[in-house]
């Protein structure tokens, strides 16, 4: 198998285990399109902070202002817009990026 065709093939595993993650983990779908629409811009105006209990706070949510979860969904679907919008890369290649240039390559960033 060429270097090539070995690419396509792990890239093409990456994305069907990204999918399996749909189902087996509830963190990454624990918002619906609404809901995820509506809590963006106040998880945006979140991102740079780095007290330790407001990003938990973040990832996990406290049920009054930020669902469960919610940060966990944002990232998985920041992420997977990534890579949409940026066919050429691959999971393995988006783990190495910083969060900034997700989000910027992201639809994320257009919100």
């Not at 609404?34 to 007290?51: A, C, G, K, N, Q």
């Not at 890579?83 to 900034?100: K, Y």
Request: glycine letters at 6%; one cysteine or more.
């Amino acid at each position: 198998m060429d270097r090539a065709a070995a690419s396509e093939k792990i890239k093409s595993h990456c994305a069907a285990i990204a999918q399996e993650m749909m189902h087996v983990n509830p963190a990454v779908n624990a918002l619906d399109d609404e809901e995820t629409e509506r809590i963006w811009p106040s998880i945006r105006r979140r991102l740079r902070v780095s007290d330790p209990t407001e990003i938990r706070r973040i990832l996990f949510g406290d049920n009054a202002r930020v669902p469960q979860w919610a940060g966990y969904t944002l990232g998985y679907r920041m992420v997977m817009s990534y890579l949409e919008r940026q066919p050429d890369s691959t999971l393995a290649q988006a783990g190495l990026l910083p969060g900034s240039a997700i989000l910027a390559g992201s639809r994320y960033a257009d919100s």
